[in-house]
């Protein structure tokens, strides 16, 4: 049975396909290791305070990892090239899995710690280079169409895996070898679709120098920035927020949310290969923007549920047309570099967002931060008038 070909890979590619074998057996490695990674989230804090921490140990623990993940993406970008996508992807997902089964082996609250830093170093390489290889296997002028279609796997995991886990921690009464076990199954059989992966042949003869940072995605990474400072307060305080007011809705505004992004990110990103990147994502940002004033104000679960559809709208339209954007901007020899850039300016965003909420919650209410969040989802509709004015590179 014949896996690896590039003869395959360039017929489809002649034939504007983008659901290629190659862009499938992609599509799966990246669903499963975000479904490995999206099963933690109901788990790891429970387990982290079995193993003797606190809830001190839970913060530095998502620290960690985020700030292992994005530490070395620029070196890693900058040797994109040389080394090639697929190398990276492996790579990264092999540490992810191995870490993982460290997690299932070893129960110890300071191995929990090296091994999620392991695990944030594999998660920043697969993510950097997932997004970049989905890039070469877009036909011409359809990037934001493909990067929208594989868009539609993290939002699908998190739809699921967050879920699936709680009820088999609440079931098994935490069973943590046998939860450990399933993130670990789920990020081997990601390690498998990854290697049945064909990375298309690209020139690397050519030297664009050793840059670490792209100025050409400046302005898309700004945008995306500002859109995950506000994933990051989400993720970290909603559920906060349902405690303080009792609604008992938040895991169901994670599930809409997720799917909700799901189904507009393939959709909104095709329009914006047609009509422009901006006539989707500024439009689509005025709708998250909303959707947050409607968090901020929420007193009940449909007030809640619905804000999760329109964020989910808002903010899925506007990811895939962003991502294309910054894509548009790049050569081919440069798109190690910029998605590093992109992307780290993704991670730092929820980062930013975690952290700066949560000081801002010790003076104000919930109310009046997430009022704030929908002002700053706002910004992008200033800085796009701007651009004209600074420059923050090629267009």
Same mark, same amino acid.
């Given at each position: ?239 906060? +927020? &349902?405690? %303080? ?5 938040? $895991?169901?505004?994670?599930?809409? =949310?997720?799917? *909700? !992004?799901?189904? @507009? ?82 991670? +730092? &965003?929820? %980062? ?5 909420? $949560?000081?801002?919650?010790?003076? =104000?209410?919930? *109310? !009046?931060?997430? @009022? ?24």
């Amino acid at each position: 049975m014949r896996f690896i070909s590039f003869e395959p890979f360039k017929q489809d590619y002649k034939k504007d396909k983008i659901l290629t074998y190659n862009f499938m057996a992609l599509l799966g490695a990246v669903f499963f290791l975000f479904f490995a990674l999206d099963f933690y989230i109901p788990i790891l804090p429970f387990y982290v305070l079995a193993v003797g921490g606190g809830e001190a140990a839970v913060g530095l623990l998502m620290g960690i990892f985020t700030f292992c993940s994005v530490i070395l993406r620029p070196f890693q970008g900058r040797d994109l090239n040389r080394r090639g996508r697929k190398r990276l992807i492996v790579m990264g997902i092999s540490l992810y899995a191995l870490a993982g089964l460290g997690l299932l082996l070893l129960p110890s609250l300071p191995l929990v710690f090296l091994f999620r830093a392991i695990q944030g170093f594999g998660w920043g390489a697969f993510l950097l280079s997932f997004n970049t290889l989905t890039l070469d296997l877009a036909p011409p002028g359809r990037s934001g169409e493909a990067l929208g279609l594989m868009g539609m796997a993290p939002p699908l995991s998190l739809a699921i895996a967050p879920i699936l886990g709680e009820q088999i921690r609440i079931s098994t009464d935490g069973n943590y070898p046998l939860l450990f076990f399933i993130a670990s199954a789920a990020a081997i059989l990601a390690l498998i679709m990854a290697l049945l992966v064909q990375e298309p042949l690209r020139d690397k003869s050519v030297d664009h120098g050793n840059p670490l940072f792209s100025r050409k995605v400046l302005l898309p990474s700004l945008i995306i920035f500002f859109m995950t400072f506000n994933l990051g307060c989400i993720l970290t305080f909603l559920p906060l +927020l &349902g405690e %303080v007011r009792d609604i008992r809705a938040v $895991g169901s505004f994670f599930t809409i =949310f997720a799917l *909700t !992004a799901m189904v @507009f990110r393939p959709l909104f990103g095709r329009i914006s290969d047609r009509v422009g990147r901006s006539k989707v994502f500024i439009p689509a940002l005025m709708v998250a923007s909303a959707g947050l004033i409607m968090i901020a104000l929420a007193t009940d679960a449909v007030q809640l549920v619905t804000s999760a559809f329109i964020i989910g709208a808002g903010f899925g339209s506007a990811h895939s047309s962003v991502m294309a954007m910054a894509a548009d901007r790049l050569p081919v020899m440069e798109r190690g570099v910029g998605m590093a850039t992109f992307t780290g300016a993704f991670d +730092l &965003g929820i %980062v930013a967002g975690a952290s700066i909420i $949560g000081i801002l919650l010790n003076w =104000f209410s919930f *109310t !009046a931060v997430f @009022f704030l969040c929908a002002l700053v989802m706002f910004f992008p509709v200033i800085i796009i008038p701007l651009k004209n004015h600074i420059r923050l590179g090629s267009s």
